[in-house]
């Protein structure tokens, strides 16, 4: 059992990572770049995503270390391994795991030129972050003195959920142009605990040789669809009336932006997941609070006094920290993300193609900064890249990235778009120095997806 | 040109041909092992005069209490070794002589933790080591009771405790 917990944490290292969509960035036109930055101008008049497959996205990472860190088959015995893993430890480690699949992507051109376009994926999202204080406490024990073990920086959050878009893209300005999308979240199952408090300490004791203390301690996890009434049979139509508006609803906002100050130059920018999501539906949370010292049971030798000493002890210590069960509502923002990047468009210009709309064809080359960051109570990182896209005609475009992020400061991506007429194929995937030995990377990042575009160019 | 899309695809297949593994070794896992270890603290007591007479202020040799504890079946098998500090201040003019048993669901004696303790008379503060060896660590898992058993020396003059005594024993 304790073979298959630590395999399943070592493997979680592989479906788990940052939500940071570096390559997909305004790539290539298309249309799953509307859902990272609304206002991107989309080189098409129509566009439908092959239900089920126009997005499939993976993302994972884990700050602390590698499988390979641990399970290497290098002589290094394995008790040195989490040794040399645990020293190199900073004072938080987080992990997140991001996972969407689209199910309806499409989107149309409008007469007035704005470029409509709505869907709706499922997607699960973790993020937890562990303070080093409790990897202490569990790897070296509480022998050290006044040590405090402090559980201010342990917070988590995960959530199911399917989310319904609907968005606009529309030209304001010669060279501007802005968007936005509106979103629509069903969480079919959330759990979070965030700003906790307290800390567990020992001292020398004043009864007794020691004195052991839970100081200020205050938790809270909430929770919804986990805790579920008897009389709800978990099925298939369970889950997707859940997914389809069936479960705890909110709502949230992208805005975004584009804007050319020079001809071949352009900064883009965009706010994602700018939303809530309020929990009504099988809420339950708990929340355990107070203060408790324990300096042992004082015997007394009484024969005549029956034996309570334990059951005194347990009264004493439900009476001082409290565990409630909550069943009130409660809200939670959803993680908001930010992009900005700044690129410039040079090489040979494709010829327009003869349409009677006057079209500005994109350049052969582009190369640019993209700046990402991840907003979240939870936990927040920055992810900067620098970026070349190369275009071969109609039917190939390809983007390199170079990306430093909190998992790794040489991640290298790669995306490939290829058209066949309408057909649309695309693959990407980061990280690829990781290859080199796939059992040694911190993180990673797959998406793949089929669309049909018409009207491109 | 050096950038074209056969020579994309070559380079996409040459990554994906290199891509590799180093070798692993899961069973390693088996070996794995935490040394931790963690305080607890656990009982203390303040004896007085009375505490070693019985109504008729006659000395009572064996003061005894007995604590009932949960099962400590989930320490099972993580827990290698316990050590136990005691720390003894005795201001009587007798020995006393320490036990700590461990007894089962039946209350049937299963274990003595060792050594027995010997504390002197007149003696301050003093610190005794007690440990339930890797060996016998199994006993924890079947314990329900703690005993402490507390012996009173005899005295060598042949005096006994006196109820007016301010002596203690802690």
Redo the contacts between chains.
């Keep these: 059992m304790r073979k298959l917990i630590l395999l399943t944490s070592f493997l979680s290292v592989f479906y788990i990572s940052a939500q940071n969509k570096q390559v997909l960035y305004d790539f290539a036109e298309l249309p799953q770049t509307l859902l990272l930055n609304p206002a991107v101008e989309f080189h098409g008049n129509f566009h439908i995503g092959v239900p089920g497959l126009s997005q499939l996205s993976v993302h994972g990472g884990l700050s602390a270390f590698s499988g390979y860190d641990l399970l290497a088959d290098n002589g290094v015995g394995i008790n040195d391994k989490i040794r040399d893993i645990y020293m190199s430890l900073d004072k938080t480690e987080f992990f997140s795991f991001n996972q969407q699949m689209e199910l309806l992507n499409i989107g149309f051109r409008h007469r007035n030129g704005n470029y409509i376009s709505l869907g709706y994926y499922q997607e699960l999202d973790v993020l937890m972050k562990f303070p080093k204080d409790m990897i202490d406490l569990y790897y070296e024990g509480n022998t050290v003195l006044n040590r405090r073990y402090s559980v201010d920086k342990l917070a988590a959050q995960a959530e199911l959920l399917g989310v319904f878009h609907i968005g606009i893209s529309r030209k304001v300005g010669e060279f501007t142009r802005i968007g936005g999308r509106v979103k629509v979240y069903s969480s079919v199952a959330s759990a979070s605990t965030k700003r906790n408090t307290g800390s567990f300490y020992t001292e020398n004791g004043t009864d007794n040789i020691y004195s052991q203390h839970l100081s200020h301690v205050d938790l809270l996890l909430e929770t919804s669809g986990v805790q579920l009434p008897s009389d709800i049979e978990v099925d298939q139509s369970y889950i997707q009336s859940q997914f389809l508006f069936g479960g705890n609803l909110g709502v949230g906002i992208d805005l975004g932006f584009t804007f050319q100050p020079k001809e071949q130059w352009e900064v883009t920018g965009s706010i994602q997941d700018l939303g809530f999501i309020y929990y009504t539906k099988n809420v339950e949370s708990y929340r355990v609070r107070g203060s408790y010292e324990l300096e042992g049971f004082q015997l007394d030798f009484d024969p005549s006094t029956p034996d309570t000493y334990w059951n005194d002890l347990k009264d004493n210590f439900e009476k001082r920290i409290v565990t409630d069960t909550i069943q009130s509502n409660y809200m939670n923002f959803r993680p908001t993300k930010l992009n900005g990047s700044l690129t410039y468009s040079f090489g040979r210009k494709r010829r327009d193609d003869c349409t009677f709309v006057n079209r500005v064809t994109p350049y052969t080359h582009k190369v640019g900064a993209h700046l990402f960051s991840r907003l979240n109570v939870v936990h927040s990182y920055v992810a900067a890249t620098l970026f070349y896209e190369r275009r071969f005609g109609k039917t190939l475009s390809t983007k390199v990235t170079y990306t430093a992020d909190p998992f790794s400061f040489a991640n290298v991506g790669l995306g490939i778009s290829a058209r066949a007429g309408a057909f649309n194929i695309y693959a990407i995937a980061d990280n690829l120095l990781g290859l080199r030995n796939v059992y040694d990377m911190q993180s990673s990042n797959i998406q793949f997806g089929m669309n049909f575009i018409f009207g491109a160019y | 040109m050096i950038?074209?899309?056969k020579n994309?695809s070559y380079f996409?297949l040459f990554?994906?041909c290199?891509?590799?593994?180093?070798?692993?070794?899961?069973d390693?896992?088996?070996?794995?092992?935490?040394d931790?270890?963690?305080?607890?603290?656990?009982?203390?007591?303040?004896?007085k005069a009375p505490?070693f007479l019985d109504d008729f202020n006659q000395e009572i040799p064996v003061?005894?209490?007995?604590?009932?504890?949960?099962g400590l079946d989930d320490l099972h098998p993580y827990l290698k070794r316990a050590e136990f500090?005691v720390?003894t201040e005795n201001s009587f003019d007798r020995n006393f002589t320490l036990n700590i048993l461990l007894f089962d669901e039946e209350q049937n004696l299963i274990y003595t933790i060792q050594p027995v303790i010997t504390v002197p008379s007149n003696s301050g503060e003093l610190i005794h080591s007690l440990e339930i060896p890797e060996n016998d660590i199994n006993v924890i898992y079947h314990t329900r009771y703690f005993g402490?058993y507390?012996s009173l020396w005899d005295s060598d003059t042949g005096e006994i405790i006196d109820v007016s005594d301010t002596s203690e024993l802690t």
């Design positions: 950038i074209s899309p994309i996409v990554v994906l290199f891509a590799c593994t180093e070798p692993i070794d899961i390693q896992l088996d070996e794995a092992s935490l931790s270890s963690y305080l607890f603290t656990l009982i203390h007591l303040e004896l505490n003061t005894s209490d007995i604590i009932s504890i949960p500090s720390k402490m507390m």
